[in-house]
């Protein structure tokens, strides 16, 4: 069974900093997508990620994938408050048009003033 | 608006009794989905179609839900003898059911309470 792990789960920065948030994935993956999602509200698509080695960037979010490792990293550089967040990767394992998604426990990201 | 439409928003029932959602994906979206979220949680994967066809059902959806997409536009989703371990988020999301990139987009959301 495909098992999708983050961390941290929670994350509290000051605004400046730099950090990253892991994922895991526990089997060969067809596409990794990183979502967001505001409290209360739904899902805004950020990135989907194909390849081995591919990287994405969008703002102060850079999204990469390491299908060798099983890991895709979601590194925040110079963190804003309007990032503050919940942070979730989710895979697909199926090839073709995207089937189900596998969602990780997701990251609650709080930038601090 | 063009995005995924989800109704309603919010729904309050009382335990045993039956509800229906409805989702509206972006028009020209082949693929529907629908997930279920509880507080603190991922989304999880209930079912989804291609055009009418329901092509896969989670062992999450019990024999009490049913989801139907009659002519490969909206989808709903109903739940009959409501449970307390019901009440969550249900997200309905659409793709174009290409392959590389396709994306799911997802709606707004149905909040169900069972009370």
């Known amino acids: 069974e495909l098992k999708v792990e983050q961390n941290p789960l929670f994350l509290s920065m000051q605004e400046g900093k730099n950090y990253t948030i892991y994922c895991n994935y526990s089997?060969?993956?067809?596409?990794l997508y990183w979502y967001r999602q505001d409290p209360g509200k739904s899902l805004e698509s950020l990135f989907v990620l194909l390849s081995n080695g591919a990287v994405k960037q969008e703002g102060r979010l850079m999204a990469s994938l390491d299908t060798k490792a099983r890991l895709s990293t979601l590194h925040i550089t110079a963190a804003v408050h309007d990032l503050s967040a919940t942070y979730f990767c989710a895979v697909d394992i199926t090839g073709g048009a995207t089937n189900k998604l596998i969602f990780g426990t997701g990251t609650l990201l709080a930038v601090q003033p | 608006d063009t995005g995924v439409s989800q109704n309603p928003r919010h729904k309050i029932t009382k335990r045993g009794q039956n509800v229906t959602f409805r989702c509206d994906p972006i028009s020209e979206h082949n693929r529907l989905y629908w997930y279920r979220q509880t507080l603190g949680q991922g989304p999880e994967f209930l079912t989804y179609?291609?055009?009418?066809?329901?092509?896969?059902k989670s062992r999450l959806l019990s024999d009490r839900f049913s989801a139907e997409r009659p002519k490969g536009s909206f989808s709903t989703l109903e739940i009959q003898r409501t449970e307390q371990g019901d009440s969550a988020m249900y997200l309905c999301?659409?793709?174009?059911?290409?392959?590389?990139?396709?994306?799911?987009?997802f709606g707004p959301g149905t909040r169900l309470t069972v009370l």
């Open positions: 089997t060969t993956s067809d596409r």
């Open positions: 179609f291609q055009n009418e066809a329901q092509l896969e």
């Open positions: 999301a659409s793709s174009l059911g290409s392959g590389g990139e396709d994306t799911q987009y």
